[in-house]
Protein backbone atom coordinates (compact mmCIF):
# COMPACT_ATOMS: atom_id res chain seq x y z
CA UNK A 1 0.00 0.00 0.00
CA UNK A 2 0.95 3.28 -1.48
CA UNK A 3 0.40 5.27 2.25
CA UNK A 4 1.95 2.72 4.52
CA UNK A 5 5.08 2.96 2.09
CA UNK A 6 5.20 6.81 2.93
CA UNK A 7 4.31 6.62 6.06
CA UNK A 8 7.47 3.86 6.87
CA UNK A 9 10.00 6.07 4.46
CA UNK A 10 9.01 9.23 6.91
CA UNK A 11 9.02 7.62 9.74
CA UNK A 12 12.35 5.97 9.07
CA UNK A 13 13.74 9.61 7.82
CA UNK A 14 12.39 11.35 11.31
CA UNK A 15 15.01 8.56 13.33
CA UNK A 16 17.64 9.01 11.35
CA UNK A 17 17.58 12.91 12.05
CA UNK A 18 16.64 12.68 15.77
CA UNK A 19 19.87 9.82 16.34
CA UNK A 20 22.09 12.65 13.75
CA UNK A 21 20.51 15.39 15.93
CA UNK A 22 20.94 13.35 19.53
CA UNK A 23 24.99 13.22 18.53
CA UNK A 24 25.76 16.32 16.46
CA UNK A 25 23.50 19.24 18.16
CA UNK A 26 24.98 21.54 20.86
CA UNK A 27 24.25 20.99 24.59
CA UNK A 28 22.16 24.41 24.73
CA UNK A 29 20.12 23.55 21.83
CA UNK A 30 19.95 20.29 22.30
CA UNK A 31 18.09 20.92 25.90
CA UNK A 32 15.34 23.35 23.83
CA UNK A 33 14.42 20.34 21.27
CA UNK A 34 14.26 17.97 24.20
CA UNK A 35 12.13 20.40 26.10
CA UNK A 36 9.90 20.54 22.56
CA UNK A 37 9.76 16.94 22.54
CA UNK A 38 8.73 16.46 25.84
CA UNK A 39 5.44 19.25 25.65
CA UNK A 40 4.98 18.27 22.54
CA UNK A 41 4.02 14.57 24.07
CA UNK A 42 2.17 16.32 26.80
CA UNK A 43 0.01 18.50 24.28
CA UNK A 44 -0.48 15.90 22.06
CA UNK A 45 -1.92 13.77 24.53
CA UNK A 46 -3.97 16.62 26.53
CA UNK A 47 -5.41 17.84 22.97
CA UNK A 48 -7.14 13.82 22.63
CA UNK A 49 -9.49 14.35 25.29
CA UNK A 50 -9.61 18.15 25.07
CA UNK A 51 -9.61 19.03 21.74
CA UNK A 52 -10.60 15.33 19.87
CA UNK A 53 -13.16 14.47 22.24
CA UNK A 54 -14.47 17.61 23.68
CA UNK A 55 -14.15 16.64 26.78
CA UNK A 56 -12.64 20.26 28.67
CA UNK A 57 -10.65 18.78 31.14
CA UNK A 58 -7.76 20.56 33.30
CA UNK A 59 -5.88 16.93 33.89
CA UNK A 60 -2.22 17.15 32.48
CA UNK A 61 -0.59 18.42 35.60
CA UNK A 62 -1.52 15.61 38.09
CA UNK A 63 -0.95 12.64 35.31
CA UNK A 64 2.23 14.57 34.36
CA UNK A 65 3.21 14.26 37.87
CA UNK A 66 2.58 10.74 38.91
CA UNK A 67 4.36 9.47 35.91
CA UNK A 68 7.03 11.57 36.76
CA UNK A 69 7.30 10.73 40.29
CA UNK A 70 6.69 7.02 39.47
CA UNK A 71 9.49 6.70 36.88
CA UNK A 72 11.72 8.90 38.75
CA UNK A 73 11.22 6.25 41.62
CA UNK A 74 11.86 3.33 39.68
CA UNK A 75 15.12 4.54 38.42
CA UNK A 76 16.95 5.84 41.32
CA UNK A 77 19.28 3.63 42.69
CA UNK A 78 18.36 2.20 46.03
CA UNK A 79 21.29 3.25 48.08
CA UNK A 80 20.94 7.45 46.27
CA UNK A 81 17.24 7.04 47.53
CA UNK A 82 18.59 6.37 51.24
CA UNK A 83 21.00 9.30 51.07
CA UNK A 84 17.88 11.34 49.33
CA UNK A 85 15.34 11.09 51.69
CA UNK A 86 15.95 13.85 54.14
CA UNK A 87 12.69 13.86 56.14
CA UNK A 88 11.86 10.86 56.70
CA UNK A 89 13.30 7.04 55.29
CA UNK A 90 11.59 5.89 52.67
CA UNK A 91 8.96 3.63 53.27
CA UNK A 92 10.14 -0.04 52.34
CA UNK A 93 7.55 0.09 48.75
CA UNK A 94 9.35 2.58 47.94
CA UNK A 95 12.98 1.20 48.38
CA UNK A 96 12.01 -2.27 46.43
CA UNK A 97 10.68 -0.16 43.51
CA UNK A 98 13.70 -0.46 40.80
CA UNK A 99 13.51 -0.53 36.90
CA UNK A 100 15.22 -0.15 33.80
CA UNK A 101 14.23 3.25 31.90
CA UNK A 102 11.80 1.68 29.32
CA UNK A 103 9.85 -0.18 32.03
CA UNK A 104 9.68 2.75 34.67
CA UNK A 105 8.18 5.13 31.99
CA UNK A 106 5.50 2.69 31.30
CA UNK A 107 4.92 2.38 35.11
CA UNK A 108 4.46 6.23 35.08
CA UNK A 109 1.90 6.07 32.19
CA UNK A 110 0.40 2.81 33.03
CA UNK A 111 -0.64 4.49 36.96
CA UNK A 112 -1.80 7.37 35.02
CA UNK A 113 -4.15 5.67 32.76
CA UNK A 114 -5.28 3.47 36.22
CA UNK A 115 -6.24 6.86 37.58
CA UNK A 116 -8.08 8.11 35.25
CA UNK A 117 -10.16 5.21 35.18
CA UNK A 118 -10.64 5.96 38.25
CA UNK A 119 -11.93 8.87 37.79
CA UNK A 120 -14.05 8.51 34.66
CA UNK A 121 -16.22 6.02 35.98
CA UNK A 122 -17.99 8.80 38.72
CA UNK A 123 -17.59 11.42 36.19
CA UNK A 124 -18.43 10.15 32.32
CA UNK A 125 -21.48 8.77 34.27
CA UNK A 126 -23.30 11.50 34.63
CA UNK A 127 -23.80 14.03 31.34
CA UNK A 128 -22.79 17.96 32.72
CA UNK A 129 -19.12 19.40 32.71
CA UNK A 130 -17.90 18.06 35.70
CA UNK A 131 -14.70 16.95 34.62
CA UNK A 132 -12.95 20.29 34.45
CA UNK A 133 -14.00 20.31 37.98
CA UNK A 134 -12.70 17.06 38.72
CA UNK A 135 -9.74 16.96 37.14
CA UNK A 136 -8.41 20.53 38.65
CA UNK A 137 -9.04 19.33 42.28
CA UNK A 138 -7.23 16.19 41.13
CA UNK A 139 -4.65 17.84 40.01
CA UNK A 140 -4.19 19.77 43.65
CA UNK A 141 -4.69 16.41 45.43
CA UNK A 142 -1.73 15.05 43.89
CA UNK A 143 0.48 18.05 45.00
CA UNK A 144 -0.47 17.92 48.03
CA UNK A 145 0.35 14.25 48.57
CA UNK A 146 3.86 14.80 47.04
CA UNK A 147 4.28 17.73 49.38
CA UNK A 148 2.74 15.64 52.46
CA UNK A 149 3.59 12.44 51.74
CA UNK A 150 8.10 12.49 52.61
CA UNK A 151 8.19 8.48 52.96
CA UNK A 152 7.10 8.31 49.46
CA UNK A 153 8.09 11.83 47.43
CA UNK A 154 10.48 12.91 49.89
CA UNK A 155 8.12 16.13 50.47
CA UNK A 156 8.82 19.22 49.37
CA UNK A 157 11.96 19.05 48.91
CA UNK A 158 11.43 16.50 45.57
CA UNK A 159 14.03 14.24 44.29
CA UNK A 160 17.08 14.66 42.71
CA UNK A 161 20.28 12.54 41.17
CA UNK A 162 17.73 11.00 39.15
CA UNK A 163 19.65 9.41 36.56
CA UNK A 164 19.78 10.91 32.76
CA UNK A 165 18.05 8.34 30.72
CA UNK A 166 16.11 10.89 28.49
CA UNK A 167 18.34 11.75 25.77
CA UNK A 168 16.38 13.08 22.39
CA UNK A 169 16.53 9.50 21.20
CA UNK A 170 14.10 8.55 23.74
CA UNK A 171 12.50 11.79 23.55
CA UNK A 172 12.52 12.56 19.92
CA UNK A 173 11.26 8.67 19.29
CA UNK A 174 8.38 8.86 22.11
CA UNK A 175 7.06 12.02 20.38
CA UNK A 176 6.84 10.60 16.88
CA UNK A 177 5.12 7.35 18.38
CA UNK A 178 2.80 9.44 20.56
CA UNK A 179 1.63 11.12 17.11
CA UNK A 180 1.29 7.88 15.00
CA UNK A 181 -1.07 6.46 17.70
CA UNK A 182 -2.92 10.08 18.15
CA UNK A 183 -3.63 10.07 14.08
CA UNK A 184 -4.71 6.18 14.65
CA UNK A 185 -6.84 6.99 17.21
CA UNK A 186 -8.59 9.75 15.16
CA UNK A 187 -8.81 8.10 11.83
CA UNK A 188 -10.59 4.95 13.40
CA UNK A 189 -13.84 4.35 14.69
CA UNK A 190 -13.30 5.46 18.12
CA UNK A 191 -11.78 8.98 16.94
CA UNK A 192 -14.76 9.43 14.71
CA UNK A 193 -16.89 8.68 18.12
CA UNK A 194 -15.11 11.12 19.91
CA UNK A 195 -15.52 14.06 17.19
CA UNK A 196 -18.91 12.98 17.28
CA UNK A 197 -19.54 13.49 21.07
CA UNK A 198 -17.65 16.17 20.62
CA UNK A 199 -19.89 17.96 17.75
CA UNK A 200 -23.18 16.54 19.31
CA UNK A 201 -23.55 13.88 22.60
CA UNK A 202 -27.33 13.12 21.96
CA UNK A 203 -26.75 12.49 17.99
CA UNK A 204 -23.77 10.29 18.83
CA UNK A 205 -25.82 8.10 21.40
CA UNK A 206 -28.54 7.74 18.53
CA UNK A 207 -26.16 6.86 16.31
CA UNK A 208 -25.99 3.25 19.06
CA UNK A 209 -22.36 4.90 20.51
CA UNK A 210 -21.66 3.88 23.99
CA UNK A 211 -20.08 7.51 25.07
CA UNK A 212 -19.19 6.25 28.38
CA UNK A 213 -16.55 4.10 26.90
CA UNK A 214 -15.66 6.02 23.95
CA UNK A 215 -14.60 9.45 26.44
CA UNK A 216 -13.16 6.74 28.95
CA UNK A 217 -10.83 5.63 26.28
CA UNK A 218 -9.87 8.91 24.98
CA UNK A 219 -8.85 10.51 28.90
CA UNK A 220 -7.27 7.22 29.73
CA UNK A 221 -4.62 7.31 26.28
CA UNK A 222 -4.26 11.23 27.48
CA UNK A 223 -3.64 10.20 30.60
CA UNK A 224 -1.17 7.46 29.64
CA UNK A 225 0.84 9.71 27.30
CA UNK A 226 0.95 12.54 30.10
CA UNK A 227 2.74 9.43 32.40
CA UNK A 228 5.01 8.79 30.01
CA UNK A 229 6.07 12.20 28.99
CA UNK A 230 6.29 13.48 33.00
CA UNK A 231 8.68 9.87 33.02
CA UNK A 232 10.62 11.08 30.21
CA UNK A 233 10.61 15.03 32.07
CA UNK A 234 11.82 13.59 35.37
CA UNK A 235 14.77 11.92 33.88
CA UNK A 236 15.62 15.41 31.36
CA UNK A 237 15.41 17.17 34.35
CA UNK A 238 17.31 14.84 36.72
CA UNK A 239 15.27 16.69 39.61
CA UNK A 240 11.78 17.39 40.40
CA UNK A 241 9.75 19.13 42.82
CA UNK A 242 6.02 19.33 43.97
CA UNK A 243 6.21 22.95 42.65
CA UNK A 244 6.65 22.06 38.94
CA UNK A 245 3.28 20.42 38.75
CA UNK A 246 0.87 22.94 39.05
CA UNK A 247 -1.91 24.44 37.37
CA UNK A 248 0.76 26.80 35.45
CA UNK A 249 2.02 23.61 33.40
CA UNK A 250 -1.59 22.49 32.48
CA UNK A 251 -2.36 26.30 31.62
CA UNK A 252 0.73 26.19 29.11
CA UNK A 253 -0.27 23.25 27.72
CA UNK A 254 -3.64 24.71 27.23
CA UNK A 255 -2.00 27.59 24.81
CA UNK A 256 0.03 24.90 22.94
CA UNK A 257 -3.17 23.25 21.77
CA UNK A 258 -5.60 26.29 21.40
CA UNK A 259 -3.00 27.79 19.08
CA UNK A 260 -2.22 24.73 16.84
CA UNK A 261 -6.14 24.29 16.65
CA UNK A 262 -8.35 21.83 19.21
CA UNK A 263 -8.40 18.54 17.79
CA UNK A 264 -5.49 18.81 15.74
CA UNK A 265 -2.66 16.72 16.23
CA UNK A 266 -0.10 18.73 13.05
CA UNK A 267 -1.61 21.57 13.91
CA UNK A 268 -0.22 20.58 18.22
CA UNK A 269 3.49 19.66 16.67
CA UNK A 270 3.58 23.04 15.20
CA UNK A 271 2.60 25.07 17.96
CA UNK A 272 5.18 23.36 20.30
CA UNK A 273 8.00 24.00 18.03
CA UNK A 274 6.57 27.46 17.48
CA UNK A 275 5.95 28.53 20.84
CA UNK A 276 8.96 26.40 21.89
CA UNK A 277 11.74 27.74 19.83
CA UNK A 278 9.76 31.57 20.39
CA UNK A 279 9.75 31.38 23.96
CA UNK A 280 13.87 30.97 23.44
CA UNK A 281 14.35 33.87 20.67
CA UNK A 282 12.10 35.93 23.15
CA UNK A 283 14.70 35.70 26.09
CA UNK A 284 16.13 38.63 25.14
CA UNK A 285 13.46 40.91 26.50
CA UNK A 286 14.16 39.48 29.59
CA UNK A 287 17.15 41.23 29.74
CA UNK A 288 18.93 44.86 30.21
CA UNK A 289 18.13 46.48 26.16
CA UNK A 290 19.86 49.01 24.84
CA UNK A 291 17.49 51.38 22.96
CA UNK A 292 18.88 54.54 21.69
CA UNK A 293 20.85 54.65 24.45
CA UNK A 294 18.78 54.27 26.93
CA UNK A 295 18.98 51.51 29.16
CA UNK A 296 15.73 49.79 29.98
CA UNK A 297 17.26 47.46 32.88
CA UNK A 298 16.36 44.15 33.21
CA UNK A 299 12.58 42.50 33.24
CA UNK A 300 12.06 39.74 34.48
CA UNK A 301 8.61 38.04 32.74
CA UNK A 302 9.00 40.36 29.92
CA UNK A 303 8.87 38.06 27.28
CA UNK A 304 6.08 36.20 28.77
CA UNK A 305 4.12 39.20 28.65
CA UNK A 306 5.23 40.17 24.74
CA UNK A 307 4.54 36.06 24.25
CA UNK A 308 0.91 36.69 25.42
CA UNK A 309 0.45 39.40 23.57
CA UNK A 310 1.68 38.09 20.32
CA UNK A 311 -0.63 34.86 21.26
CA UNK A 312 -4.03 37.21 21.26
CA UNK A 313 -3.08 38.44 17.96
CA UNK A 314 -2.82 35.49 16.79
CA UNK A 315 -5.94 33.99 18.09
CA UNK A 316 -7.62 37.08 16.82
CA UNK A 317 -6.85 36.52 13.30
CA UNK A 318 -7.02 32.52 13.38
CA UNK A 319 -9.96 31.84 15.58
CA UNK A 320 -9.97 28.19 15.67
CA UNK A 321 -6.31 27.78 15.86
CA UNK A 322 -3.30 27.78 13.41
CA UNK A 323 -5.31 24.39 11.90
CA UNK A 324 -8.68 24.51 13.07
CA UNK A 325 -9.77 20.80 13.52
CA UNK A 326 -7.75 18.97 10.82
CA UNK A 327 -4.83 17.36 9.79
CA UNK A 328 -2.23 17.78 7.12
CA UNK A 329 -3.26 15.30 5.09
CA UNK A 330 -6.68 16.70 5.42
CA UNK A 331 -6.09 19.88 4.46
CA UNK A 332 -3.62 19.24 1.16
CA UNK A 333 -6.86 16.31 0.25
CA UNK A 334 -9.53 19.55 0.46
CA UNK A 335 -6.92 21.25 -1.82
CA UNK A 336 -6.39 19.21 -4.25
CA UNK A 337 -10.22 18.59 -4.13
CA UNK A 338 -11.03 22.36 -4.98
CA UNK A 339 -8.41 21.75 -7.55
CA UNK A 340 -10.62 19.15 -9.30
CA UNK A 341 -13.54 21.21 -8.91
CA UNK A 342 -11.69 24.56 -10.79
CA UNK A 343 -10.17 22.53 -13.51
CA UNK B 1 -50.60 -13.95 14.49
CA UNK B 2 -49.92 -10.08 14.59
CA UNK B 3 -47.11 -8.39 12.83
CA UNK B 4 -47.30 -6.27 15.09
CA UNK B 5 -43.16 -5.15 15.21
CA UNK B 6 -43.93 -2.01 17.81
CA UNK B 7 -46.71 -1.08 20.33
CA UNK B 8 -47.43 1.45 22.29
CA UNK B 9 -48.93 0.91 25.36
CA UNK B 10 -50.95 2.70 27.79
CA UNK B 11 -48.14 5.49 27.89
CA UNK B 12 -48.67 8.52 30.17
CA UNK B 13 -45.79 11.05 30.49
CA UNK B 14 -45.72 13.89 32.65
CA UNK B 15 -43.11 16.65 33.06
CA UNK B 16 -43.21 17.59 36.37
CA UNK B 17 -47.70 19.24 36.89
CA UNK B 18 -48.05 18.52 32.73
CA UNK B 19 -49.54 15.43 31.35
CA UNK B 20 -47.24 15.38 27.76
CA UNK B 21 -49.01 12.45 26.59
CA UNK B 22 -51.87 10.58 28.35
CA UNK B 23 -52.68 6.90 28.17
CA UNK B 24 -51.81 7.18 24.49
CA UNK B 25 -51.64 2.90 22.99
CA UNK B 26 -51.25 2.55 19.06
CA UNK B 27 -49.64 -0.37 17.48
CA UNK B 28 -47.62 -0.35 14.04
CA UNK B 29 -47.50 -3.34 11.65
CA UNK B 30 -44.23 -4.73 9.57
CA UNK B 31 -43.40 -2.58 6.61
CA UNK B 32 -45.87 -0.15 7.40
CA UNK B 33 -45.37 3.76 7.24
CA UNK B 34 -46.94 4.97 9.76
CA UNK B 35 -47.62 8.50 10.58
CA UNK B 36 -47.95 10.52 13.74
CA UNK B 37 -49.41 14.07 13.33
CA UNK B 38 -50.99 16.46 15.73
CA UNK B 39 -50.59 20.60 16.31
CA UNK B 40 -47.36 21.49 18.12
CA UNK B 41 -46.85 20.87 21.64
CA UNK B 42 -48.92 17.57 21.23
CA UNK B 43 -46.17 15.08 22.19
CA UNK B 44 -45.31 13.84 19.08
CA UNK B 45 -41.71 14.71 19.98
CA UNK B 46 -42.00 13.24 22.99
CA UNK B 47 -43.07 10.32 22.13
CA UNK B 48 -40.04 9.76 19.68
CA UNK B 49 -37.76 10.27 22.92
CA UNK B 50 -39.89 7.46 24.82
CA UNK B 51 -39.13 5.07 22.21
CA UNK B 52 -35.57 5.73 21.82
CA UNK B 53 -35.23 5.56 25.91
CA UNK B 54 -34.39 9.34 26.10
CA UNK B 55 -37.18 10.19 28.29
CA UNK B 56 -38.71 7.18 31.01
CA UNK B 57 -42.51 7.25 30.60
CA UNK B 58 -44.51 7.87 34.18
CA UNK B 59 -46.52 4.86 33.22
CA UNK B 60 -46.75 2.32 30.42
CA UNK B 61 -44.72 0.46 28.45
CA UNK B 62 -42.77 0.12 24.75
CA UNK B 63 -43.08 -3.33 22.72
CA UNK B 64 -41.05 -3.87 19.69
CA UNK B 65 -40.64 -7.32 18.31
CA UNK B 66 -41.38 -9.50 21.14
CA UNK B 67 -39.55 -7.98 23.53
CA UNK B 68 -40.55 -5.18 26.29
CA UNK B 69 -38.01 -2.24 25.46
CA UNK B 70 -38.83 0.39 27.95
CA UNK B 71 -36.26 2.12 30.29
CA UNK B 72 -33.60 0.68 27.67
CA UNK B 73 -30.37 2.91 27.41
CA UNK B 74 -30.53 5.01 23.79
CA UNK B 75 -27.41 3.57 22.97
CA UNK B 76 -28.79 0.12 22.94
CA UNK B 77 -32.36 1.00 21.43
CA UNK B 78 -30.26 1.61 18.11
CA UNK B 79 -28.43 -1.84 18.68
CA UNK B 80 -31.64 -3.38 19.12
CA UNK B 81 -32.74 -1.84 15.62
CA UNK B 82 -34.64 1.26 15.81
CA UNK B 83 -32.90 4.32 14.11
CA UNK B 84 -33.93 8.36 14.00
CA UNK B 85 -33.98 11.36 13.00
CA UNK B 86 -34.30 14.58 15.00
CA UNK B 87 -36.78 17.16 14.17
CA UNK B 88 -33.89 20.34 14.16
CA UNK B 89 -31.18 18.69 11.97
CA UNK B 90 -28.30 17.11 13.95
CA UNK B 91 -25.30 16.32 12.10
CA UNK B 92 -21.80 16.22 13.06
CA UNK B 93 -20.95 19.62 12.00
CA UNK B 94 -17.32 19.23 11.64
CA UNK B 95 -17.65 15.85 9.90
CA UNK B 96 -17.39 15.25 6.63
CA UNK B 97 -20.73 13.30 4.83
CA UNK B 98 -18.70 10.01 4.53
CA UNK B 99 -17.41 10.60 8.13
CA UNK B 100 -21.06 10.99 9.05
CA UNK B 101 -22.70 8.11 7.84
CA UNK B 102 -19.64 5.96 9.19
CA UNK B 103 -20.75 6.82 12.69
CA UNK B 104 -23.87 4.93 11.76
CA UNK B 105 -21.23 1.91 11.69
CA UNK B 106 -19.75 2.17 14.82
CA UNK B 107 -21.71 -1.21 16.43
CA UNK B 108 -21.05 -2.88 12.72
CA UNK B 109 -17.28 -2.75 12.71
CA UNK B 110 -15.36 -4.57 15.20
CA UNK B 111 -12.14 -4.13 15.83
CA UNK B 112 -10.47 -3.40 19.40
CA UNK B 113 -9.40 0.02 20.34
CA UNK B 114 -6.09 -1.83 20.54
CA UNK B 115 -6.53 -3.01 17.12
CA UNK B 116 -7.08 0.61 15.71
CA UNK B 117 -4.09 2.04 17.48
CA UNK B 118 -1.46 -0.63 16.12
CA UNK B 119 -3.60 -0.61 12.86
CA UNK B 120 -3.57 -4.84 13.09
CA UNK B 121 -4.84 -6.42 9.92
CA UNK B 122 -8.48 -6.08 11.13
CA UNK B 123 -8.55 -2.19 11.41
CA UNK B 124 -7.89 -2.29 7.60
CA UNK B 125 -10.38 -4.95 6.84
CA UNK B 126 -13.61 -3.31 9.02
CA UNK B 127 -12.68 -0.25 7.70
CA UNK B 128 -12.94 -1.28 4.09
CA UNK B 129 -16.11 -3.26 4.81
CA UNK B 130 -17.48 -0.07 6.23
CA UNK B 131 -16.71 2.34 4.27
CA UNK B 132 -17.99 0.21 1.17
CA UNK B 133 -21.91 -0.44 2.47
CA UNK B 134 -21.78 3.88 3.46
CA UNK B 135 -20.83 4.66 -0.49
CA UNK B 136 -23.57 2.26 -1.14
CA UNK B 137 -25.93 4.00 1.26
CA UNK B 138 -24.81 7.54 -0.12
CA UNK B 139 -25.51 6.19 -3.25
CA UNK B 140 -29.06 5.00 -2.52
CA UNK B 141 -29.53 8.96 -1.14
CA UNK B 142 -27.77 10.43 -4.55
CA UNK B 143 -25.26 11.71 -2.39
CA UNK B 144 -22.37 10.05 -3.66
CA UNK B 145 -20.65 13.14 -5.04
CA UNK B 146 -20.80 14.90 -1.62
CA UNK B 147 -18.79 12.10 0.62
CA UNK B 148 -16.01 14.42 1.06
CA UNK B 149 -18.18 17.41 1.92
CA UNK B 150 -18.59 18.84 5.47
CA UNK B 151 -21.86 17.79 6.28
CA UNK B 152 -22.94 21.44 7.18
CA UNK B 153 -22.12 22.46 3.99
CA UNK B 154 -25.25 20.63 1.65
CA UNK B 155 -28.23 22.34 0.90
CA UNK B 156 -30.74 22.33 3.60
CA UNK B 157 -32.13 19.31 1.32
CA UNK B 158 -29.31 16.95 1.53
CA UNK B 159 -28.61 17.94 5.20
CA UNK B 160 -32.02 16.16 6.07
CA UNK B 161 -30.87 13.45 3.49
CA UNK B 162 -28.13 12.94 5.59
CA UNK B 163 -29.61 12.30 8.57
CA UNK B 164 -31.75 9.88 7.79
CA UNK B 165 -28.87 7.99 5.36
CA UNK B 166 -27.19 7.81 8.50
CA UNK B 167 -29.77 6.60 10.86
CA UNK B 168 -29.90 4.22 7.99
CA UNK B 169 -26.24 3.37 7.99
CA UNK B 170 -26.95 1.54 11.68
CA UNK B 171 -29.46 -0.88 9.96
CA UNK B 172 -32.82 -0.38 11.61
CA UNK B 173 -35.67 -2.28 11.16
CA UNK B 174 -37.53 0.32 12.38
CA UNK B 175 -37.15 3.99 11.21
CA UNK B 176 -38.13 7.21 13.34
CA UNK B 177 -38.66 10.13 11.23
CA UNK B 178 -39.02 13.49 12.94
CA UNK B 179 -40.74 15.74 10.66
CA UNK B 180 -38.27 15.05 7.48
CA UNK B 181 -39.87 17.19 5.12
CA UNK B 182 -40.17 20.08 7.45
CA UNK B 183 -38.80 23.19 5.53
CA UNK B 184 -37.89 21.46 2.80
CA UNK B 185 -39.34 23.60 -1.05
CA UNK B 186 -42.04 20.90 -2.73
CA UNK B 187 -40.01 19.46 -5.33
CA UNK B 188 -37.41 18.48 -2.38
CA UNK B 189 -40.24 17.16 -0.59
CA UNK B 190 -41.20 14.99 -3.91
CA UNK B 191 -37.96 13.91 -4.05
CA UNK B 192 -37.74 12.86 -0.26
CA UNK B 193 -41.40 10.86 -0.83
CA UNK B 194 -39.49 9.19 -3.51
CA UNK B 195 -36.50 8.25 -1.33
CA UNK B 196 -38.44 6.86 1.91
CA UNK B 197 -40.33 4.46 -0.15
CA UNK B 198 -37.65 3.45 -2.20
CA UNK B 199 -35.20 2.65 1.49
CA UNK B 200 -38.20 1.47 2.79
CA UNK B 201 -38.12 -1.60 0.18
CA UNK B 202 -34.09 -1.44 -0.21
CA UNK B 203 -33.81 -1.93 3.47
CA UNK B 204 -36.71 -3.40 4.44
CA UNK B 205 -38.01 -0.29 6.67
CA UNK B 206 -40.91 -0.23 9.05
CA UNK B 207 -41.32 3.67 9.20
CA UNK B 208 -43.05 5.70 11.69
CA UNK B 209 -42.76 9.41 11.33
CA UNK B 210 -44.30 12.41 12.18
CA UNK B 211 -45.28 15.53 9.85
CA UNK B 212 -47.43 18.75 9.83
CA UNK B 213 -47.74 18.77 5.96
CA UNK B 214 -50.98 16.82 5.58
CA UNK B 215 -50.55 16.12 1.46
CA UNK B 216 -46.96 14.56 2.61
CA UNK B 217 -48.87 12.09 5.18
CA UNK B 218 -51.58 11.42 2.86
CA UNK B 219 -49.17 10.17 0.04
CA UNK B 220 -46.91 8.62 2.36
CA UNK B 221 -48.82 6.71 5.07
CA UNK B 222 -50.87 3.54 5.79
CA UNK B 223 -52.18 4.79 9.00
CA UNK B 224 -52.14 7.68 11.08
CA UNK B 225 -52.53 8.37 15.08
CA UNK B 226 -53.67 11.89 15.50
CA UNK B 227 -52.45 13.43 19.10
CA UNK B 228 -53.70 16.71 20.96
CA UNK B 229 -52.43 17.63 23.82
CA UNK B 230 -50.72 14.31 24.68
CA UNK B 231 -54.51 12.31 23.81
CA UNK B 232 -55.18 10.28 20.84
CA UNK B 233 -58.13 11.60 18.90
CA UNK B 234 -57.73 9.82 16.03
CA UNK B 235 -56.38 6.43 14.30
CA UNK B 236 -57.34 5.17 10.88
CA UNK B 237 -56.34 6.06 6.97
CA UNK B 238 -55.34 9.17 6.22
CA UNK B 239 -57.75 10.22 4.53
CA UNK B 240 -60.51 9.65 6.90
CA UNK B 241 -58.59 11.94 9.33
CA UNK B 242 -58.42 14.90 7.09
CA UNK B 243 -62.43 15.16 7.27
CA UNK B 244 -62.46 14.05 10.96
CA UNK B 245 -64.43 16.63 12.98
CA UNK B 246 -62.21 16.30 16.33
CA UNK B 247 -58.98 16.20 13.88
CA UNK B 248 -59.87 19.56 12.22
CA UNK B 249 -61.02 21.24 14.95
CA UNK B 250 -57.91 20.47 17.04
CA UNK B 251 -55.65 22.08 14.06
CA UNK B 252 -58.47 24.97 14.20
CA UNK B 253 -59.14 24.56 9.92
CA UNK B 254 -55.34 24.26 9.67
CA UNK B 255 -56.18 21.59 6.86
CA UNK B 256 -58.43 23.86 4.51
CA UNK B 257 -54.87 25.25 3.16
CA UNK B 258 -53.33 22.08 2.73
N1 LIG C 1 -37.89 17.58 28.57
C1 LIG C 1 -39.07 18.20 28.76
N2 LIG C 1 -39.31 18.85 29.93
C2 LIG C 1 -40.48 19.48 30.12
N3 LIG C 1 -41.47 19.54 29.22
C3 LIG C 1 -41.30 18.90 28.06
C4 LIG C 1 -40.08 18.21 27.76
N4 LIG C 1 -40.17 17.69 26.51
C5 LIG C 1 -41.39 18.05 26.05
N5 LIG C 1 -42.07 18.76 26.97
C6 LIG C 1 -43.42 19.29 26.83
O1 LIG C 1 -44.25 18.27 26.34
C7 LIG C 1 -45.17 18.80 25.41
C8 LIG C 1 -45.09 18.07 24.09
O2 LIG C 1 -43.87 18.41 23.45
P1 LIG C 1 -43.38 17.74 22.11
O3 LIG C 1 -42.04 18.27 21.83
O4 LIG C 1 -43.51 16.27 22.22
O5 LIG C 1 -44.43 18.31 21.07
P2 LIG C 1 -44.54 18.05 19.51
O6 LIG C 1 -45.84 17.37 19.29
O7 LIG C 1 -43.34 17.35 19.02
O8 LIG C 1 -44.62 19.51 18.96
P3 LIG C 1 -43.97 20.19 17.64
O9 LIG C 1 -44.90 19.95 16.52
O10 LIG C 1 -43.89 21.62 17.99
O11 LIG C 1 -42.65 19.58 17.45
C9 LIG C 1 -44.90 20.29 25.28
O12 LIG C 1 -45.80 20.97 26.12
C10 LIG C 1 -43.49 20.40 25.80
O13 LIG C 1 -43.27 21.66 26.38
MG1 LIG D 1 -41.79 17.82 17.79
Known amino acids: MKGTLIKTVLIGISLGLIWYTNSHLDIYNLS ?309 KDA | MSKGILKIENITMQFGGVTAIDNLSFEVQKKEIYGLIGPNGAGKTTIFNIITGNYHPTKGEIIFGDETITGTKPNLVVQKGIARTFQNIRLFKSMSVLDNILIGFHNQSHYSYLEAIFRLPRYFGQEKKIKAEAMAILDEFDLTSFADHKATDLSYGNQRKVEIARAVATNPSLLLLDEPAAGMNPSETEDLSTIIHKIKQDFDLTILLIEHDMKFVNNMCDLVTVLDYGEKIFDGKPADAIVNEKVITAYLGDFTHA
Open chain 1, 32 to 340: IVNNIGIFAILALSYNLINGVAGQFSLEPNGFVAIGAYMTAIFIIPMDTKIDMYALMDPAPVILQMQANFPIALLAGGLTSALMAFLLSVPVFRVRGDYLAIVTLGFGFIIRIFAMNSPAYTNGAMGLNDIPEFADFRWIGSITIFTFMVMIHVIYSKYGRAMKAIRDDEDAAVAMGVNTFKVKTYAFMTSAFFEGIGGGLLASFLSTIAPDQFTFLLTFYLLIIIVLGGLGSMTGTLVSAIVIGFGLEWLRFLDDNMNIFGYETGAHPGMRMVVFSILLIITMLFARRGLFGDRELSDILKSKRASKR
